[in-house]
């Protein structure tokens, strides 16, 4: 938002995030964010605060917590969307505008616009569809921006002000929809649901490429020729993970039941059990690579993170990989290029070695678990001169069979012969 020329407080209740964005430092990584962070702060029109009265000086507010998956339940826990409402209410006027980002169960707009009404303040439900590790080219360059907003006059001015805001992206021709509350909420949902399903679907493939000796790899590309159906996420491996896909498509089923609605989207829980099958599926092939058991075996295991270019291990493949083969008797290492902090303390029983080498020294199995740029272009001689077994599991398909068989590894993947 700074970077498109407005002026922006950040108002968040951890002082040590906001100390270190006015310090120019992201709280998390993501690619060219902290350049966008030092230029905002040098500009003078971007700061951040706990000072939730601060509020009083904007015209539009960004609601932009998170709806984690409750303890112990499939629905989404939006107490933080609830409180971060109530604590604007007493800051707003009849010409403010509170624009909701945060995935919310479908319904949730219209209740929190009853709890404003009094103020005169207008809301509106703008999704939010960036991915990490692409966050500040999908932010800048949307695909598209969907308004959701309320009945009347209210519904018109919200969204001509977020029409100002967006002024520089709307003149690259980004498309636009008005819409109401509950089809802009579920468009969300819906999108991450179909996302999700499409992985499953390829991952399902997997599980029969694996039955018949077929390669999922090629079968991906084949059918992904048909541009009905498109080549993107369709990549089989270990699965999704992180902290939208898995829980949203769990908080769609919770809302789902509540609306009387649960069986048009019953098909999501098999998506949920085909992901992770896979989880327990990589740990079956990496124990009869090692002739059966974990027992005493080193194993290395490349990325922590859910994803690439992420410092993210909420609900990390990776992880839950390394975890299952650590309780099975293995000696497990985990590495990555960003993810090691966040990983380290959230398994603390781990052991986390930051440098590849290092890690892959006196290595019995490497699985290679999220695909980090540094481990696509690893050597298979380099890494087999520090390894103790040439035994290599590709969880993610991006290594060439080829090359590794070549240089002497046993090369296992998931979904391929
Ligand atoms: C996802 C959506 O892609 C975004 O559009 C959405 O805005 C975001 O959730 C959100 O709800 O906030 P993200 O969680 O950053 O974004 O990550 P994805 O790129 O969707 O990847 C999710 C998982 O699927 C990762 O673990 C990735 O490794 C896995 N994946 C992805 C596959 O296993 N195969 C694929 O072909 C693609």
Known sequence: MASLGHDVVGIDVDEDKIAALNAGRPPFFEPGLGDLLIRGRERGGLEFTSDVSRVSEAEVHFVCVGTPQKP????????????AFESLVPHLTSSSVVVGKSTVPVGTAQRLAVVLAESGAAVMWNPEFLREGHAVDDTLHPNRLVYGVGTGADGQRAADVLDAVYETILADGTP?????????????????????????????MA??????????TLLADAIGMDDRIGRKFLNAGLGFGGGCLPKDIR??????????????VAFLKEIDAINMRRRVRMVDIAREALDGSFIGKRITILGAAFKPDSDDVRDSPALAVARLIATQGGVVTVTDPEAIENASRMFPELRFVADTAEALTGADAVLLLTEWNEYRNLDPQETASVVAGKVLVDGRNVLDPVVWRDAGWTYRALGRP
């Open 176 to 204: 636009r929809m008005i819409t109401d509350y509950a089809t802009a909420e579920l468009v969300k949902t819906a999108a991450n649901s179909f996302l999700a399903t499409k992985i499953s679907f390829i991952n399902a």
């Open 207 to 216: 599980e029969l490429c694996e039955a018949s000796g077929a390669d999922v």
């Open 251 to 264: 908080a769609f089923m919770a809302r789902a039941g509540e609306l009387g609605a649960d069986q048009a």
């Open 72 to 83: 112990g339940e499939f629905a989404a826990d939006v107490t933080y969307v609830d409180a």
